[in-house]
């Protein structure tokens, strides 16, 4: 980073150094509360990737060979610079992708959570050992890191998810190229500034600012990046499988989400609807996991509506920073009128506008990127506005008469990522918990909630089989070695020896 008493540059961090790209471009980065420029940052062209990876490249023969108790070590330091620093970056965050103080304040300490957990993985990282079937040999496996790994990050969570993808790949002993999304530079900038201080050595992490279409792209394509991490749309992730695909090279992959919440007829209605309003207007509707589409049992569908609405019209839309504040802006303009354009498309299939529906309006607001949080109701399973992620506070109520049904509805769209039910019949609870199929899956509580210790993801479009989080990250970072040992100091013929005469 470079700062002026005007301007901040965000630029490159390669092999330990800020650097400019090969060409002096830059992009805005701007505030989507206010409209107010925030920093520039640099865009990079593929012979930067390039320059990222060889440095990687050439770090990750030492760093693989550091003992992994010792790469731990770094993770508690990096740790306790994010606890230490909780607040500056909590409002950071938010004056960069808009969020409210709350809520970046806990994506902060997602961060810190995952470093200290990942730390002591430097003391596990347990593989297997087990019996042989030949006498005087030895049978085990371990984790072996995969190379190079290149991290393709989202704006929404943008230190969260890149500390979920980072820290497992750098204590299995990987080596870092980072490509975090364009409109949160200033995060992975903070975040770089803290693993130069911890001590990180030099080209252990990489960052390289730039568009997808050019950095992201150029990072895929890469012949010396063994692993692809991205979370971000189905449509990008599409391409960049694909790509790896052709390429035979490991993608891990976390994208989108049409994510549900049923509530049954004897559900408590009062605690459905806390979790209800959080998933579906927490984080402006941003977030993978927020609901977008409310299930309801007909028999108390009226009695939800007539409250939910109430809720939704009394929160307050505004900047982030003001603690008064419960719903933040969304983070463009082309989300704002692709939020805009789905509500169109929803009064255009049918559907019953209850709440909301506008970009909002007034002396302060018009400066950012404000819409109304939005309810629509009579909404059918498959309109396009239940089918498709919005990405945004859109709310679609679809009316069922059964369990049964509830769950076939859940269960009818392209993704899997996180479901809910509210119901206080333990029957239908473990039904629940068998039948609905997305990776997550919530009882009495919303589609929001994961701790860092547990693997996050999902099924269907929404991943290729992959985790994040909890010890199945490992898995994207790491190869089995399975090795053998024979002290036995002659050839043992494994399935053969110990077979000799077959009765
Ligand atoms: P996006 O447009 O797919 O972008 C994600 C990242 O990919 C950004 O860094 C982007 O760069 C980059 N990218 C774009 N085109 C690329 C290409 N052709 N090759 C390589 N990289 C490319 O998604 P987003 O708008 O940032 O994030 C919202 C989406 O992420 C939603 O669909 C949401 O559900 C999903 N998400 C999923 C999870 C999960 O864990 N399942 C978590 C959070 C978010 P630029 O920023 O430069 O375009």
Known sequence: ??????????????????????????????????????????????????????????????????????????????????????????????????KVLVEARGEV????????????????LAGQTVPAELPDKHAMSVRAPVGVVG???PWNFPIAIATWKMFPAIVSGNTVVWKPASDTPAMACEMMKIIEEAGLPKGVVNLVYGSGGTVGNALVEHPDVNVISFTGSSEVGRTIAAKGGQLLKKVSLEMGGKNAIIIMDDADLQLALDGVLWSAFGTTGQRCTACSRLIVHRSVQQEVERELVRRAQALTLGNGLDEHVDVGPVINRSALEQIDKYVQIGQEEGATLLSGGQIAKG????????????IFTNVSPTMRIAQEEIFGPVLSIIPVDSFEEAIEVNNAVAYGLSSAIYTNNVNRVFRAMRDLDTGLVYINAGT?????????GGTKHTGNGHRDSGLAAL??????KSIYVDYSGKLQRAQIDNHPKDK
Do not use: C
């Open 151 to 153: 991290i393709i990050t």
């Open 363 to 374: 002396e302060l607001l018009s400066k950012g990127y404000f819409y109304h949080p939005t």
């Open 109 to 124: 300490q997602e961060a810190i959570d995952m470093a200290f957990f990942m730390a002591g993985e430097g003391r596990r």
């Open 475 to 480: 898995d994207v970072f790491t190869e089995w």
């Open 1 to 98: 980073m470079s700062t002026t008493s005007t301007t901040v540059r965000y630029l490159n961090h390669i092999n330990g150094e800020w650097v400019t790209a090969a060409r002096e471009e830059y992009k805005d980065n701007i505030n989507p509360a206010t409209g107010e420029i925030l920093g520039h940052v640099i865009q990079s062209a593929p012979e930067d990737v390039d320059r990222a990876v060889q440095a990687a490249k050439a770090a990750h023969k030492s760093w693989r060979l550091v003992p992994a108790p010792e790469r731990g070590e770094y993770l508690y330091r990096i740790g306790q610079l994010l606890k230490e620093r909780k607040e500056q970056l909590a409002r950071t965050l938010t004056q960069e992708m808009g």
């Open 448 to 456: 929001i909630g994961a701790e860092i210790h547990l693997p996050f």
